[in-house]
């Protein structure tokens, strides 16, 4: 199964109803597949400018080390050079926390990430999760 361009805007769709719904800061969501490439991006028309960019490197991050925004955070801690280094190498950026959520699929298949930014980060991943469940997949938020 590969995430298909329905998924995607399911997900990102889901991700900003649920945001309005819970009354969040506006957000921004990116949806990238398995290979890092978008496949969609929605902007709350009030999410500050940077937005885009902070959920893509959300979402990159995930794919480029394989764990979930939570797992990120964790390992940042644990060695925070070794994740500054990061930055140079990873062309989308990467952001350790919470609202960067790998999709798979009810087997375990990794097809892509969300990203999610714009309220806190526990905010964001809320909204993360709606959305994947709404395309009927799996989330993994590396907790």
Same mark, same amino acid.
């Given at each position: 199964?590969?995430?298909?361009?329905?998924?995607?805007?399911?997900?990102?769709?889901?991700?900003?109803?649920?945001?309005?719904?819970?009354?969040?800061?506006?957000?921004?969501?990116?949806?990238?597949?398995?290979?890092?490439?978008?496949?969609?991006?929605?902007?709350?028309?009030?999410?500050?400018?940077?937005?885009?960019?902070?959920?893509?490197?959300?979402?990159?991050?995930?794919?480029?080390?394989?764990?979930?925004?939570?797992?990120?955070?964790?390992?940042?801690?644990?060695?925070?050079?070794?994740?500054? @280094? =990061?930055? !140079? *190498?990873?062309?989308? &950026?990467? /952001?350790?926390?919470? +609202?960067?959520?790998?999709?798979?699929?009810?087997?375990?298949?990794?097809?892509?990430?969300?990203?999610?930014?714009?309220?806190?980060?526990?905010?964001?991943?809320?909204? @993360? =999760?709606? !959305? *994947?469940?709404?395309? &009927?997949? /799996?989330?993994?938020? +590396?907790?």
């Amino acid at each position: 199964m590969t995430l298909a361009l329905a998924h995607a805007r399911t997900i990102a769709e889901a991700v900003l109803v649920e945001g309005t719904a819970r009354g969040f800061a506006p957000l921004c969501v990116v949806i990238l597949d398995a290979g890092g490439h978008a496949l969609a991006l929605l902007r709350d028309q009030r999410a500050s400018i940077s937005r885009p960019e902070i959920a893509t490197a959300k979402a990159a991050g995930c794919l480029g080390m394989g764990f979930g925004g939570r797992e990120l955070a964790r390992r940042a801690q644990a060695v925070p050079a070794f994740f500054a @280094a =990061l930055t !140079g *190498i990873f062309p989308q &950026g990467i /952001v350790p926390v919470a +609202g960067g959520v790998l999709i798979r699929d009810a087997g375990g298949a990794l097809l892509g990430a969300v990203g999610v930014s714009g309220d806190t980060s526990d905010n964001d991943e809320i909204c @993360a =999760l709606a !959305g *994947i469940a709404a395309a &009927g997949l /799996v989330a993994d938020t +590396g907790a």
